[in-house]
């Protein structure tokens, strides 16, 4: 019996061998060849082209900004008398909302489109396109290339931004070390949202710069997404008041669907608990909570937080973006490839 057993895993790491050196091994080495290498090269030049360590650190100032705002003011509390995990949680409110609307809406959505919107409109009119096309490397390979180059650039961005946010609010709050190892959750939570948005307007930016011939009607196209993502509708929700849910309005709401989806991120990884404080900004600028009050008038008791508007499930906020994210990068590299490229 054992040594059928011995016999049985011989043959069967024979068999691996030769599936590896017969299929394997030169689908590896095709793809290096073909894709990985010809891309890396788009995707280094990109970054190099987007990457300024200026730029960068101003960047990375402006996203701080409202956090840190929010930050001086303090939250009222003694921090040496409630436990580590209540601190970070009381840290965590006060940044929620700011980094939500500022840091990672207005300030880094605009980042991403005015550094992305160049790297296709602008190489097509310089020539530098047609340089590209000839080493030979595909449309399809350039565009893969440049999307990547902004995610890792947007990455990396987000990554510091966030946890320098993160630092500097227990600094100002409490001052306590290990006030920042318990926000650690809530910042990976907030991490993660900041790659779905990153992803979404990647996609967008270099779309409508493969669509756009010049730049800055990319640059200006991003801006009126972001425009009509944070503010727009926080105008026409106060101002339609009850005939925003009468209308439907919240189809629409771009704005509403991504409060939406950074709430199911909050609540998927536990990052914050059900409290008022925090979900009243987020029922006034998104309307995803409704902003009745909260205290059961049976039992007079407060119920942990808002009650959600439910217009719309997260995960279907969520499949609405990327569709919108999905169809436009689609759109974006047809465009491309139909492009007529020259001197």
């Not at 050196?21 to 590896?28: E, V």
């Not at 809530?186 to 493969?210: C, E, N, P």
């Not at 409060?259 to 925090?278: R, V």
């Not at 902003?291 to 049976?298: E, G, K």
């Amino acid at each position: 019996m054992e040594k059928n057993n011995l016999s049985f895993t011989g043959k069967l790491k024979n068999n691996v061998g030769k599936l590896n050196n017969k299929l394997l091994q030169p689908t590896k080495t095709w793809l290096s060849k073909h894709i990985f290498k010809r891309t890396t090269i788009v995707i280094k030049k990109t970054f190099q082209d987007i990457f300024s360590f200026k730029k960068f650190i101003v960047m990375i100032i402006f996203m701080l900004f409202l956090p840190l705002i929010y930050s001086i003011g303090g939250a009222g509390v003694d921090f040496g008398l409630i436990s580590t995990h209540h601190a970070a949680t009381v840290i965590s409110i006060d940044l929620a909302f700011p980094i939500f609307f500022w840091s990672l809406g207005l300030t880094y959505t605009i980042f991403i489109g005015v550094s992305g919107a160049p790297l296709i409109a602008d190489e097509v009119k310089s020539g530098t396109m047609l340089i590209l096309i000839s080493k030979p490397i595909s449309r399809i390979k350039i565009f893969l290339g440049k999307f990547i180059g902004v995610f890792l650039y947007g990455m990396l961005l987000s990554f510091i931004s966030i946890f320098v946010i993160g630092w500097i609010g227990v600094l100002m709050q409490s001052g306590n070390i290990d006030h920042f190892v318990s926000l650690i959750p809530f910042l990976t939570a907030i991490y993660l949202y900041s790659l779905f948005i990153l992803f979404l307007f990647s996609s967008i930016t270099l779309a409508l710069s493969s669509i756009f011939e010049k730049s800055r009607n990319a640059a200006l196209g991003i801006l009126l997404i972001v425009i009509f993502s944070y503010l727009a509708f926080l105008i026409i929700r106060q101002i339609a008041g009850q005939y925003y849910v009468l209308f439907q309005f919240y189809h629409f709401d771009l704005g509403y669907h991504l409060g939406n989806i950074f709430i199911l991120f909050i609540e998927s990884l536990d990052a914050i608990p059900p409290s008022t404080t925090w979900q009243l900004m987020f029922g006034m600028l998104t309307g995803v909570y409704s902003t009745d009050s909260p205290i059961d008038p049976d039992q007079n008791i407060n119920l942990g937080g808002f009650e959600k508007t439910n217009y719309y499930l997260p995960s279907i906020s969520l499949l609405i973006w990327l569709l919108i994210a999905i169809l436009l990068l689609a759109f974006g590299l047809m465009s491309l490839k139909k492009r007529e490229i020259s001197v």
